[in-house]
């Protein structure tokens, strides 16, 4: 979890999964640990981050609306920049938590045995 939120390989936690802003590494240099494997598995990060939005959201709106007592307009006005922001800042981090629960359940292949099947 530490390694997710620092954006670090979830198998070594030596390196960065990110090799420039909005670019993920296809493999981790140290321990070869595949971060981009078949087709559609970035689905998954997409899920991650569409869920956290939406938690975002929701939490932003009954805090607004129910703690603050904030204008309904206003919230919205709020609630759409938040859902325009909060998906694009937190792309990295949806990668990252989607490539650490994908480690937690059945380990990140490794890029040499990866080339060798495919
Ligand atoms: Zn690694």
Redesign the pocket.
């Known amino acids: 979890m530490k390694r997710c939120v620092k954006l670090r ?1 979830p ?2 936690g ?2 960065s999964i990110v090799e420039r802003p909005f670019h993920i590494r296809h493999h ?1 240099p ?2 070869l ?1 595949l971060y981009k494997r078949e087709d559609g598995f970035f689905v998954g990060a997409i899920l991650a981050n569409v869920v956290t939005t939406e938690l975002v959201i929701l939490v932003f709106c009954f805090f607004s609306l129910l703690v603050i007592g904030a204008d309904y307009e206003n919230v919205l006005v709020l609630l759409f920049i938040v859902a325009v922001v909060f998906p694009v800042a937190f792309y990295h981090h949806s990668w990252a938590f989607w490539l650490g629960f994908d480690y937690l359940v059945e380990k990140l292949p490794k890029y040499k045995q990866y080339r060798s099947q495919h």
């Open positions: 390989c198998a070594c030596e390196t981790c140290v321990c640990s």
